[in-house]
Structures are given as C-alpha cells and as structure tokens.
C-alpha cells in the first residue's frame, strides 16, 4: 500500500451505514451517513453506495482507494470475510461473502469485514494513538442493547481462539440472577447494558430511558437516584472485570448509553473510587482515572474500519 493512499471504512447497523474516508496521516478527511439496506443484496449495494458517496464528497475517485473495511454484527469470520446470523441486517445462517462480493462491486479494491465491536475497538485505539501517540492499549466497552468490549492489546486487536473475547456481558455476577438469553444466570449484561437501563426506568416510547433517568437524578427524584447509583455500580464492575482479567490501559465507554457523556462517566468514576475505598488492592490500581468516554466527533466503528482498510490494502499489496 501506498502511504499516500486513502482508505473507507463502513460501520453497517440495522438502521444506519456510517462511513468515513481516512487520510494518509490518519486523518478524517469525509465522512457520511445513510440508512441500510437489509438482506444479501441490500447490504452489499448499500455498503458500495457509501464507499462511493464518502469518496465523491472528499472530491476523489474510486480508483484513488486502495482498500475497504467494513465493521457488521452478527458471526463474522474475518480470514472468509463472510458474515450471518445478523437479523438486523435480514442474514439468516447463510454466509454473505461481504469481502468478496463489495469488492467486485467496488471493481476490485480490497476489503476487509470485522465485527462491528472490534473495529469500535480498533477506531478508539486509532484516534488515542493519533491524540497521545505510543502503543495503545485499551477495552472498548459498548453499552448498547447488550454488553462486550473490543480489545486492543498492545496495540494488536485480540479476538481470541473461538472469537470470544471481551464477551464480558455473559460474565455471571448473580447465581440467583434472572435467566440471561445465553442460557445462564445473573449475567452482567442484564445489569449494565442500555437494555438494564430500560429495565430500570421504564420510559414511554420514543423516550430514551438512559437520558431520562439521569435527568430524573439529576432533578434529585430519590427513586432515580437509587436507580442511577445501581446501574453505575454494574458498569463498574465491568470496568474491574476488564482490568483485573487483561490490565489494560484504559477502559473506552461507548455504544448507545454512552452518549449521556460526562453525568455517565461522572456516576461511573464515583463508583469505583467509592468501591476503590475499602480495598488497598483495588485502590493501587487507579480504577477511576483509567476510564474515559469515546470521541463523540467521529464515528469510532467507522474509523477503525478505515484502519481494518489500511491493513488488507497492505496485504493485497504483498507479493504471493
């Protein structure tokens, strides 16, 4: 790969494909937003849609890309570039050779396709080495409808022997717990994930409940209160999983809940300094000061498919 080549990433969702086109210095150069298309064929003709139209804004043309990423839910294998069993995106348990068929679209440029998690991952590591520079190590933890976090260890994305790390979420924490749906008990994701939040405060619809219990706190509501203090405390506990199992440098908040920005991280922080507290163990390891939000500027998920585009572009590059 040329280093003065330019590379598209695509976050696809079950609403939205975010797409951003990186810069030779790692620099966000466009960036463009359009709603998905679902099943086989949408997904393929949308994602080509917005590799194009991110390009056009930046005023370059197709053949001035030298490689694609793209960041999707569901089981991905990253070596087929395949994806299923994303029902957001109307995929069943047939593999879409996502790779393969976006790169015959796109005319043969090189793509790469990851889990929509670990390029969120790979995105916040991108933009803390762009800000601070060095190896970055970090957890990005996604409060969304569920819980995991993306790992970049050592500056390496670490996806594990069976593609499971950082599913912290089906960590059970209460033997007793309600039945969590991945057959266990008192997982963690049904206490810190934005579906506990709703659990929590139910909210009529259209109302996010994440912004309406913290405002309900704020306005000092004794129940709300309650309520926010116990939701911090599970996402604390993520925090300390993440730690104590891989000691990363940082903890990234993200996903959905995470657009609350400070009060979160604020309510977050005192739990693990009130936590931190009674342990002279866990306070040696400055819980508190090694959790921070995600960059709200740009999109992470399609930042780090960028990135994920620098890589099979230099792959491609390689002679065979």
């Known amino acids: 790969m040329n280093p003065a080549d330019l590379t598209v990433g695509l976050d696809i969702g079950g609403t939205k494909t975010l797409a951003v086109l990186l810069g030779p210095d790692g620099s966000v150069l466009a960036q463009t937003r359009i709603p998905t298309r679902?099943?086989?064929?949408?997904?393929?003709?949308?994602?080509a849609?917005?590799?194009?139209?991110?390009?056009?804004?930046?005023?370059?043309?197709?053949?001035?890309?030298?490689?694609?990423?793209a960041g999707v839910p569901g089981l991905v294998d990253p070596d087929a570039g395949t994806?299923?069993?994303?029902?957001?995106?109307?995929?069943?348990?047939?593999?879409?050779?996502?790779?393969?068929?976006?790169?015959?679209?796109?005319?043969?440029?090189?793509?790469?396709?990851?889990?929509?998690?670990?390029?969120?991952?790979?995105?916040?590591?991108?933009?803390?080495?762009q800000e601070a520079g060095g190896v970055v190590d970090l957890a990005f933890l996604a409060l969304g409808t569920g819980l995991a976090a993306g790992l970049v260890l050592d500056g390496r994305l670490r996806r594990g022997?069976?593609?499971?790390?950082?599913?912290?979420?089906?960590?059970?924490?209460?033997?007793?717990?309600?039945?969590?749906?991945?057959?266990?008990?008192g997982c963690l994701e049904l206490y810190a994930s934005g579906s506990a939040v709703h659990a929590l405060w139910p909210t009529p619809d259209g109302v996010p409940a994440p912004v309406a219990l913290f405002e309900a706190a704020a306005a000092?509501?004794?129940?709300?209160?309650?309520?926010?203090?116990?939701?911090?405390?599970?996402?604390?506990?993520?925090?300390?999983?993440?730690?104590?199992?891989?000691?990363v440098r940082e903890v990234v908040l993200g996903g959905g809940v995470a657009h609350l920005g400070e009060p979160l991280l604020d309510a977050v922080r005192d739990a693990l300094a009130a936590e931190s507290a009674t342990?002279?163990?866990?306070?040696s390891l400055h819980l508190a000061e090694r959790v921070r939000l995600a960059p709200g500027r740009v999109p992470v998920g399609a930042v780090g498919a960028a990135v994920l585009g620098r890589e099979v572009a230099a792959t491609a590059d390689q002679p065979r």
């Open 161 to 185: 022997a069976r593609h499971a790390a950082g599913e912290i979420g089906h960590v059970p924490v209460d033997p007793a717990g309600a039945p969590c749906a991945c057959g266990q008990r």
């Open 38 to 47: 679902t099943g086989p064929r949408g997904i393929v003709d949308g994602a």
């Open 83 to 129: 994806v299923r069993h994303a029902v957001n995106l109307g995929l069943d348990g047939d593999p879409l050779e996502l790779a393969a068929e976006l790169a015959a679209v796109l005319g043969g440029v090189p793509v790469g396709v990851e889990n929509d998690l670990n390029v969120a991952a790979l995105g916040a590591a991108h933009l803390a080495r």
């Open 220 to 247: 000092g509501d004794p129940a709300a209160v309650v309520a926010r203090s116990r939701y911090a405390s599970a996402v604390a506990a993520a925090v300390r999983i993440l730690v104590l199992t891989v000691d």
């Open 49 to 69: 849609s917005a590799v194009r139209g991110v390009a056009r804004q930046a005023g370059v043309g197709l053949e001035q890309v030298a490689g694609v990423g």
């Open 279 to 283: 342990s002279p163990f866990l306070t």
